[in-house]
């Protein structure tokens, strides 16, 4: 049982201001308005919490307090007053730990309450509230009587409840038998025994199983002390509560929870998961299904993932089977970030599993749903699900058929018992009842009982004496059933009696009589009861102790009790100190009072240390009694001790204590927490029980707080003394306060010392010198206080002062002030803007507002005018009579003229400064309100602002005139009321409303006004959206890449800046196509961004960005290349064809089909010169012919394949060497003749088609020969390029090539190349395709 208490609270009467602690919980009354330097209200460092407890164990509130002076702490509670005794409750402190604890030693029922803890000092108090909870164990007769009598119980049944009688048991035969059976269905099994006992009830098993069908038809649990279930929220260990199991009913559990110190009863499924969910790896867009099966049916069970509940929905499918049993969670579509763990939850119990995502790496199941993935426990189907969950549900109809039958046979059964025990009870009766009582006097004479035989079984029974357990509490124990106790050597059944259970305690009671059938048919030396032998006996308890003795620390020469309670007050006990009886003497005085028996011990000596026992009839309890001598000071001496030193600098001061406690004592001396140790300046001295501390040429850094501390083995005291050293004060502090610097008076003001020295300030010293002299007049001590007012001071002099503090050591060093001048001129400010308050065209009412007074009254203003268009100023109030009013009507105006106005204020020291001019006025009667504007239309708009222009009104004479300005007004079109944009007047024809909704729905007018007031709103015709106006998409970055190439692997980021309105939508494709979901689309306003993570070569191609919207689209085209470093060609072959020139072919390398600018470069290394130099690149064929060949020299060549990203690794050929052939040389001089070697162009090795990419390079080259030399030319389209920069001509040794470093649309056409020379002429051509 939970008590709960009430808590209250009350308020301070008399209090000057309440607020909040800043420890939650607390509340501070402050006693004083103001606190002086240093003091504080008292505050909880930390506060009592709640405490819910058993009954009977032990339990503490503990507090800190701080505050300065020290708060003293009192405990109260709301219901009754605390009765404070060391058995129930004691109020301690602790000096170590600052700890102020209100203990109680053992909880009792009536401890529960509200209890509040005080912290009161000269200036506040601090209090805040605690709830002591007890939880009540077991059944107690008297706490029943009294909530039946109050405390009002009649004295026969006082007497009845003292001496546990017989006729007790007459009077509880009386108790209604529905009373009885109340407390059994609220008591706890353990004190069935006792409740029987005491009721008179023998029939045991009877009164259980009438006990268990009772509770069963009233739904009741049977609570048998709980058990303790660990429940927390799935993978979350920062939420956990306590789920207490306080009973079962046949389709569920019934826990309690405690939440923070409440109690809440809930109902639990009793179900359990017979196949639990188990892991599911899944593929990227396929299902994934987590199957489970319940051992009974429930309609639905919660699903979790990922910390979070889920339901039904697009994403995940809850289902359950027909029959209930089979529950299901499908997760569709898949996808990485659904990973993580699922749960599932039933009743109290739960079970959980992974879900596993794997990335579609190939790609081929983009966009379509795999088949969905169904896991179970053993990876089983969905057959061994069904299969499972009907033997559950054949399980549980099986059960619910055996319970009406069950239900039977143990009502039968229940109904024969009470006849057959009764006729049983009549025959053994007599014979038990002489059983015991001889038995009884036996065990009194301490002879052992004889054997006895059973009649007729064969066997061996010996039976023992009555054993009867009491507790100390006078409660009937566990096993005090008076039965007995037999031990059987061999059941054989025949004409024995029949055999019951031996008394195990109540944890027995449950059990069946199948149950003890099975026992009885076990075999051999069963130990059996055989139930109560005396019938109508019971046995009294006696006296019991309800306070036993606790052990007690005493100290040496202080007195010290021993305290126990009894339940009567007329029983005697007797004392024992380790053994031996102990008699009242001086030392030692044994008092009674009531029931409650002490012993005390005066000025305890060592010699009472011990093990002291109580003994009363027959009832018995002990305690120690530890002697210590912990260190102590005499009260006398530390009263003495704590008053504070006082001495003067450069003085000593001596600190001497004497203390007592048994050595080893420690002996530590601190100064301001500081300990203190031999030193020049310092002496320490101990002697026998006394210490002493001597201070030598003490300064004022030195005050502060004396600490002696000592200990010793059995504790530590500690004694707080201060030490206040004297010298003198510091300087005042500044800087000066100038209080009031007039003509006929200076008033300063200054901070006191920041250290007085010690002392009260006596008096403040002044000097004072006039700015421009070199003497100092005194102008003497001036009292206490920190401000002066000199009166006798001249008219704009300056002063300056000097200032000391004097007190009863000496005087301070000086502190001197800045100079100040008496009597200083202090204009006033100018007033506000002068204000038309009515214009006519004889007269113009103004009105204004003063401005800063210069610290003077204002005595008046001064008023001037000046016409439009001149400079010069004119006073219109005459010079000697100023304006007394804040206004003023100004009548010397000309009808039509405009004026501007300004005003100053004149105090003592004379005219300040003018305000700022008023605006223009005419001079001149009221005018008309104007008419409306005309052609109001939108000139320009954004998704924020809108530009208005209009006409301004026509000025009809005597009906309206002239607009002095306008207003702007818009309305939302969800709105009723309009909201002015401009608060001034706008002069000019067109506005600007800014801080417009995006894409809101606007209404808009504009309203005329002018001195007359505000003419009629002149509205737009028809609403406006805010945006801007319409514009074809248009990209705005001016160089922009056509072509990107990008290593395979790394990432393709391409963003495009646009301008477009409305905002249009963008598309990305990819040669036509929209692109794939590996390709990341970012939009915002006005960029769109692509992004590959890791491109591929199969993402090569042209991506195109298409910006589209209601006025029309823009589109742009990028081609992006995804390649990677070449492979190296294949075997390097040399071939001569041509004396002195060799031809290089390779075999292509393996990405020249993937990569159609792949091509190839060739260099040479001859044994001559033994570098490697490049003699051909950019070459999209596999042959090469290399010229310049030497005969007798070696040479070796490389080839190397490149593209965008470098070249591979080369490919190098077999060394080659056209040996020379020496032969014997004989001159053989032929006749003369003379050869003509002129031929004309002809071309070796003609011009080949070509195809480059945009962008790219382009070469080409042809080999020709021809006496003499031809001349080359190359034309395009029949247009000659030997003089085109952009083209790379050159010609050598009969070889011509032409390179194009960037080839762009404009250089497809016919290439033709000529050769030219007097023998003839030859042409070769061939053409030129760009491809994008």
């Known amino acids: 049982m939970l008590k709960k208490s009430k808590v209250t609270d009350q308020t301070a009467g008399g209090q000057k201001g309440i607020r909040k602690s ?52 009192t405990w109260t509670r709301a219901n009754r007053e605390i009765v404070f005794h060391p058995d129930t409750c004691r109020q301690n402190y602790s000096e170590a730990s600052r700890e102020h604890t209100l203990e ?43 909530k039946t009598y109050g405390d009002d119980i009649p004295d026969f049944l006082r007497k009845k ?32 025994e006792r409740i029987c006992v005491e009721y008179g009830i023998t029939n045991f098993r009877g009164m259980l199983k009438k006990l268990k069908m009772m509770k069963q038809e ?194 039968a059964e229940e109904a024969a018992r009470p006849e057959a025990r009764a006729a049983k009870k009549r025959s053994d009766g007599a014979e038990a009842a002489s059983k015991a009582a001889a038995g009884a006097k036996k065990a009194e004479a301490g002879v052992e009982e004889p054997s006895i035989e059973a009649a007729g079984s064969g066997s061996d029974v010996t039976v023992e004496p009555h054993l009867v357990e009491q ?86 020469g202080e007195d010290a009790e021993l305290v126990c309670k009894l339940s009567s007050e007329d029983c005697e006990g007797i004392w024992y100190k380790d053994g031996e009886e102990i008699k009242s003497t001086e030392a030692m005085t044994i008092v009674k009072e009531g029931s409650y028996h002490k012993l005390k011990l005066h000025k305890v000596p060592e010699e009472f240390a011990g093990k002291y026992k109580f003994e009363a009839d027959g009832r018995k309890t002990e305690a120690l009694v530890v002697v210590e001598d912990p260190p102590r000071f005499n009260r006398e001496d530390l009263k003495t001790f704590i008053d504070p030193v006082t001495v003067k600098k450069g003085h000593k001061a001596t600190f001497r204590l004497a203390y007592m406690g048994q050595e080893p004592i420690k002996v530590q001396w601190f100064l301001e927490g500081e300990e203190l140790s031999d030193e020049a300046n310092i002496k320490l001295e101990t002697s026998d029980g006394c210490t002493r501390l001597l201070l030598i040429k003490l300064q004022r850094k030195d005050s502060g707080e004396v600490k002696l501390k000592l200990k010793n083995e ?96 000496g005087t301070s060093e000086l502190m001197e002030t800045e100079d100040i001048q008496a009597g200083t001129k202090a204009y006033p400010g100018p007033p506000s803007t002068p204000k038309v308050v009515s214009a006519f065209k004889d007269c113009i009412n103004l009105s204004w507002t003063p401005g800063n007074s210069g610290g003077t009254k204002i005595l008046g203003y001064n008023l001037e005018k000046r016409k439009k268009g001149s400079n010069l100023w004119g006073q219109v109030n005459p010079p000697d009579e100023m304006i007394r009013a804040k206004g003023f009507a100004v009548k010397d105006v000309v009808e039509g003229m405009q004026y501007e106005f300004r005003v100053s204020a004149i105090n003592n020291s004379g005219a300040g400064e003018f305000s700022t001019p008023s605006e223009f006025v005419f001079a001149r009667d009221p005018k008309k309100p104007p008419g409306k504007v005309i052609d109001l239309k939108v000139t320009d708009s954004s998704y924020t ?65 002018n001195d007359g007031g505000e003419g009629e709103p002149q509205e737009l015709d028809n609403y406006v959206l805010a945006m801007p106006p319409p514009v074809r998409p248009r990209f705005t970055d001016t160089k922009i890449k056509s072509f990107m190439v990008v290593r395979a692997g790394n990432s393709a980021r391409l963003t495009m800046n646009f301008e477009a309105s409305p905002w249009p939508e963008v598309t990305w494709l990819k040669d036509d196509v929209p692109v794939t979901k590996k390709v990341t689309i970012s939009n915002a306003e006005g960029t769109s961004q692509l992004l590959i993570p890791s491109a591929e070569r199969s993402d090569s191609g042209v991506y ?147 195809t480059a990419p945009q962008g790219y390079e382009c070469y080409m080259s042809c080999a020709l020969k021809g006496d003499p030399t031809p001349h080359v030319t190359w034309l395009r389209n029949n247009i000659s390029l030997n003089t085109n920069t952009n083209y790379y001509i050159s010609n050598t040794c009969g070889v011509c090539s032409l390179l194009i470093l960037r080839v762009g649309p404009k250089d497809t056409g016919e290439y033709k190349v000529v050769a030219e020379n007097p023998r003839g002429r030859a042409e070769c051509s061939t053409k030129l395709t760009v491809r994008e």
């Open 218 to 411: 009233q739904g009741d649990d049977i609570t048998e002390d709980g058990e303790m279930v660990t429940y927390s929220k799935e993978e979350c260990d920062e939420i956990q509560h306590s789920l207490k199991q306080v009973g079962k009913k046949p389709d569920a559990e019934l826990f309690s929870m405690d939440v923070d110190g409440a109690t809440v009863d809930f109902k639990a499924p009793d179900v359990d998961f017979a196949i639990k969910i188990q892991a599911v790896t899944a593929e990227e867009r396929q299902d994934a299904v987590f199957p489970c099966v319940l051992t009974g049916p429930l309609d639905e069970i919660k699903w979790f993932g990922k910390n979070v509940q889920l339901s039904n929905g697009e994403k995940f499918e809850i289902t359950v089977s027909e029959d209930k049993l089979i529950h299901k969670l499908t997760v569709r579509d898949c996808l990485p970030l659904d990973a993580g763990i699922y749960a599932a939850v039933a009743g109290i119990r739960s079970c959980n599993a992974w879900l596993v995502v794997e990335a579609d790496k190939e790609g081929s199941g983009k966009g379509n749903k795999a088949a969905r993935k169904n896991t179970t426990a053993g990876g089983g189907d969905d057959e061994d699900l069904l299969r499972i969950a009907k033997e559950q549900q054949e399980s549980c109809q099986k059960e619910m058929e055996e319970k009406p039958a069950q239900s039977e046979r143990d009502a």
């Open 714 to 809: 059995f504790g530590t005291a500690e004694a707080l003394t201060e030490l206040i050293v004297l010298d003198k004060p510091t300087p005042p502090m500044g800087p000066v306060e100038i209080v009031e610097a007039s003509s006929s008076a200076i008033e300063i003001k200054w901070r006191p010392p920041k250290d007085s020295g010690g002392c009260n300030i006596g008096n403040y010293v002044l000097e004072r010198q006039q700015v421009g002299r070199n003497t100092w007049k005194k102008v003497g001590p001036i009292g206490p206080l920190a401000k002066y007012r000199d009166l006798d001071v001249d008219h704009g002099r300056r002063y300056c002062y000097r200032i000391r503090v004097e007190t009863e050591i």
């Open 1104 to 1250: 195109t960005v298409v910006v589209k919207n209601i006025v029309g689209q823009e589109t742009f085209s990028i081609e992006i290349r995804v390649t990677d470093e070449p492979k190296p060609p294949g075997p390097v072959e040399i071939e001569e064809n041509v004396p002195g020139t060799v031809t290089i072919s390779w075999t292509p390398s393996p990405d020249e089909k993937r990569d159609d600018r792949l091509h190839y470069m060739v260099m040479k290394r001859d044994s001559t010169k033994g570098t490697w130099l490049t003699v051909a690149d950019h070459i999209f064929n596999n042959k090469f012919t290399a010229c310049n060949i030497m005969p007798g020299c070696e040479y070796q060549f490389r080839v190397y394949a490149k593209n965008d990203m470098g070249s591979s690794k080369p490919s190098e050929s077999p060394k080659w060497l056209l040996s020379n052939k020496k032969e014997k040389f004989t001159v053989n001089i032929p006749e003369s003749k003379t050869w003509d070697l002129q031929c004309p162009p002809k071309f070796l090795v003609p011009l080949k088609m070509h």
């Open 104 to 146: 109680f030693p053992k909880v009792a029922p009536e401890d529960a309450d509200t209890y509040k803890c005080y912290a009161t000092n000269d200036y506040g108090r601090a209090v805040c509230t605690a709830v002591l909870n007890v939880i009540e164990v077991g059944f107690s007769k008297t706490k029943e009587l009294q």
């Open 22 to 73: 800043k420890v939650p919980g607390v509340m501070i009354t402050q006693f004083e308005a103001e606190l002086p330097e240093g003091m504080t209200t008292p505050d909880f460092s930390r506060k009592p919490i709640a405490i819910t407890i058993q009954e009977g164990k032990s339990t503490l509130f503990k507090a800190i307090v701080v505050g300065n002076p020290k708060p003293t702490v």
């Open 945 to 1009: 602002t809108l530009c208005l222009s209009w006409t301004k009104p026509k000025d009809i004479e005597k009906v309206q005139d002239e607009a002095k300005g306008y207003f702007v007004e818009i309305r939302p079109a969800e709105n009723t009321e309009w909201n002015r944009c401009n608060s001034n007047l706008v002069t000019t024809n067109f506005y600007t409303v800014k801080n417009m909704k995006s894409l809101g729905m606007y209404w808009v007018r504009v309203i005329a006004s």
């Open 471 to 556: 507790s100390e509490d006078n409660e009937v124990g566990e096993n005090a059933l008076f039965m007995e106790s037999v031990e059987v050597d061999e059941v054989t059944g025949g004409d024995a009696a029949p055999v019951q259970d031996r008394v195990q305690g109540s944890d027995q009671f449950g059990e069946s009589e199948e149950e003890e059938d099975e026992q009885q048919a076990a075999g051999k030396r069963i130990r059996v009861r055989q139930g109560p032998l005396i019938e109508e006996t019971i046995i009294d308890p006696g006296v019991h102790f309800h306070i036993g003795l606790s052990d007690c620390k005493a100290i040496i």
């Open 161 to 192: 409840l003292k001496k546990r009688s017989v006729p007790l048991q007459d009077d509880k035969a009386a108790t209604p038998e529905e009373k009885v059976w109340e407390i059994l269905m609220s008591a706890d099994k353990k004190d069935y």
